[in-house]
């Protein structure tokens, strides 16, 4: 299915100190222009950083205009990023046959399955290492 999708959407970063943030804008910026033959930034705004008095964490985001040639990117380009806010100006209307819609439901599936194998990881470490500090605490 070869059709022109354009959305904006938002990226927000989070983080501290300030550079950092700075840095992630960019680094993230120039990964999304290299992803030429899945989309293209259309258009971008990088907001300034700003300290959250709340979170007490710098807060910048990414302003993107972005177009896709198939909706299988278009959702590729969501679980990949995962923006903050998604906004599809074009087509107004999109038509999938049920092999393109199973195509991409299998994407779905596989970027969730990934996702969760990911925590289950991240889950098994802190496990670990939790029970490896309180053996420290109670050596102490």
């Not at 290299?34 to 710098?58: A, H, M, N």
């Amino acid at each position: 299915m070869d059709e022109k999708i354009v959305g904006n959407f938002i990226i927000q970063i989070a983080g501290k100190p300030l550079e950092n943030v700075e840095k992630a804008l960019d680094v993230v910026l120039k990964k999304l222009k290299e992803e030429k033959k899945k989309f293209k930034v259309i258009e971008f705004e990088i907001g300034e950083p700003e300290l959250d008095d709340v979170t007490t964490l710098y807060l910048g985001f990414l302003d993107l205009k972005i177009r896709f040639t198939e909706v299988k990117e278009l959702l590729n380009f969501v679980m990949d990023y995962t923006p903050n806010s998604i906004e599809i100006e074009e087509p107004t209307e999109i038509e999938l046959d049920n092999g393109h819609l199973t195509d991409i439901l299998n994407e779905v599936s596989g970027h969730i399955l990934n996702n969760n194998s990911e925590v289950m990881k991240l889950r098994a470490h802190v496990h670990v290492l939790s029970k490896q500090l309180l053996e420290l605490k109670e050596k102490k």
